[in-house]
């Protein structure tokens, strides 16, 4: 029985890919969360790094006093490289 067991082809996780270097679609709407980071799932990073981006996206909106096509670009400029981590 182990013999067979270890005969078995391994399975896969899908490859993780970094989304940027734009996390806007022309100031309308934003990537964030696990949608931009290239962290794998099992390092249980993913809710942190949305805290983060959500963090940074509220101070972009803040400091562009709620333009989202101001806001937007800023946010990527501020996480598209922190995202390739």
Known sequence: EWENFAARKT???PQFAYT?????????????????HSVKPFFGLGLNSGFEDISVLDQC??????DLSKALPLYTRRRAEEAKC
Not at 22 to 34: A, I, S, T
Not at 61 to 66: A, I, K, Q, R
């Open 20 to 36: 940027g270097p734009e996390l806007n679609l022309g100031g309308k709407c934003c990537l964030l969360g696990d949608a931009i």
């Open 61 to 66: 909106l803040e400091d562009c006093n709620s």
């Open 11 to 13: 399975r896969q996780l």
